[in-house]
């Protein structure tokens, strides 16, 4: 008997990115005296969002994905540099999708109107 291609359940694992480490950086120059700090904060990390969309109807195309990695936020430097903000995870999921704990089986939110988004995890912000 084959599969069905309907999947209304799928357990996955994700996790947000880490903020970059800010840059304890000081001026340094030959004709300045004591010149100061300059370093820059580190970047966000990425979050994981579910986006309503009504052209979908099963949970198919996250059977096979099932770990989601946001990108971590990159580090800053001198000069006041901020390091660069990691990515979101955007998922398209059908209407009417919800998201659990798997933990503790708390109701994280429910995704009904199409383009309808909902953070599951928030990215960490960067170091100062």
């Keep these: 008997m084959a599969s069905s291609n309907f999947v209304d359940y799928v357990k996955i694992f994700c996790r ?4 970059g ?3 304890a950086h000081f001026r340094r120059e030959k004709f300045v005296a004591f010149g100061g700090p300059d370093g820059g904060d580190g970047g966000r990390g990425g979050s994981i969002i579910l986006r309503g969309n009504s052209q979908y109807w099963t949970l198919i ?5 099932r770990h989601l990695f946001a990108e971590d936020g990159g580090s800053g430097s001198g000069a006041r540099s901020s390091g660069k903000d990691g990515r979101n995870i955007v998922v398209d999921v059908p209407l009417g999708t919800v998201a659990r704990d798997a933990e503790t089986g708390g109701f994280m939110g429910e995704v009904t109107a199409d ?3 909902l953070i599951l995890l928030k990215g960490d912000r960067g170091g100062l």
Excluded: M
């Design 16 to 19: 947000s990115g880490k903020g």
């Design 21 to 23: 480490s800010g840059s």
């Design 61 to 65: 195309h996250l059977k096979y994905k």
């Design 115 to 117: 383009g309808e988004e």
